[in-house]
């Protein structure tokens, strides 16, 4: 088991989340980096879909009482394993009595940690990631908290793959996300339109896994139309009517009235989510002229 001392920054345990269901509006939820996620369970031969730690921004002090293996892969924390720095997207040897210290991020904004055989977790609706609206899912079905107690298999069912297949990549280049035009792009006038394609955004400090607010680049409509709700996903850009545009990301409600201006598919969200608040992000849109 591990006893968590700190729990870092909104960390939880996540999976892919729950598919199919947004007919019942119930969210998708899950990672926000897949590809960061399926490294983290390939590296160490765990089954594709085993739940992991997503840690945001900064990282959680755990005390391991068994030895085991962990992978950290995502964000960079400048993780340490008994003060000692350890690298990311390779298995890591843990003896019981172990500390492993996540610090700020320095590259990138979202961590992952997986361990053996995967943290054990509550299933609601068919998924064990954590939705804390609805008390779904994870750890007590909430986000980490100090004092909590993490259980998992230390067993390996598949053979691993050689961190020498895995690309590390380095989150600092992300500064450029590429989008389609949203089915409410023809609202913007001419001049909120140049400002999506020509200047950046900043992320706000205010951002969460429901959604990252954009500011410094206020947009606005040619009208205020009253539109009737409809189906947002993650990857929708909306706007509402401060005209600081929010990205949706895996949290997100199912139907809303905001204009959706543009659409981030799921490869270029997940760099999108990578970007850590504060940071600057422009947008450029993909040459297939689709809505997704």
Known sequence: MIEVIHPGLLSSIQESGRKGLTTWAIPQSGVLDREAFTAANALLGNPPNTPVVEVNLLGPKLLFHEATHLVLTGADLNWQLNGAPVDRYRPIPVQSGDTLVGKFAVNGARAYLAIAGGFQATRSLGSAATYPPCNWGGLNDAYLKKGDTLFFANELTSDPVSPSEVVVPDYSAYQ?????????????????????????????????????????????????????????????????????????????????????????????????????????????????????
């Not at 020509?198 to 607010?213: D, K």
């Open 176 to 292: 450029e996300v590429r989008c389609y035009p949203g089915p409410d792009w023809h609202l913007l006038n001419e001049t909120s339109k140049a400002a999506f394609r020509n200047h950046p955004f900043s992320i706000s400090q205010q951002s969460n896994r429901m959604g990252a607010v954009l500011e410094n680049n206020t947009l606005s409509l040619v009208s205020s139309p009253n539109l009737p709700s409809a189906a947002i996903f993650p990857g929708i850009i909306q706007l509402p009517p401060s005209g600081n545009p929010i990205v949706l990301l895996q949290d997100c409600q199912t139907t809303g009235g905001y204009p959706r201006i543009a659409y981030i598919p799921e490869k270029e969200l997940m760099k999108f989510t990578q970007i850590m608040p504060g940071r600057t992000v422009k947008f450029a849109f993909l040459p297939e002229n689709r809505f997704f």
